[in-house]
């Protein structure tokens, strides 16, 4: 079943009211298959998510110094670390031309 197809099977029976928006978000991540919190959840979305990670439905990361908090399937671990090793090569990236482009102004002026 393509993400389209999953989205809205979860939007139709989100509208029937077979589902709750909190059980809504919890099937979605496990369809994506992990979800990084950049900005804040609703404390009903977040208590749904906590009440997944119980059951073992999701799993969670700690937001820490380097990597933002996310919920994920407890199979897919392995997507998260890289996509975290992603996000965490492109600052780098970022950073070292940035430093490189202040390096080079700074040899000009001498």
Do not use: C, W
Not at 24 to 51: C, D, Q, S, Y
Not at 61 to 71: C, G, L, M, Q, T
């Amino acid at each position: 079943m393509s993400m389209q197809n999953v989205r809205e099977n979860i939007e139709d029976r989100l509208k029937r009211g077979v589902i709750s928006i909190a059980q809504a978000n919890v099937e979605m991540i496990r369809a994506e298959r992990f979800r990084i919190i950049t900005n804040g959840v609703p404390k009903e979305v977040r208590i749904a998510l906590n009440e997944a990670v119980k059951n073992g439905q999701l799993a969670h990361r700690v937001k820490s110094d380097i990597n933002p908090e996310a919920y994920y399937h407890p199979g897919f671990e392995y997507l998260l670390k890289a996509e975290f090793k992603r996000r965490l090569e492109m600052k780098l990236s970022a950073l070292t031309a940035v430093l490189s482009h202040a390096g080079s102004e700074s040899g000009e002026e001498e």
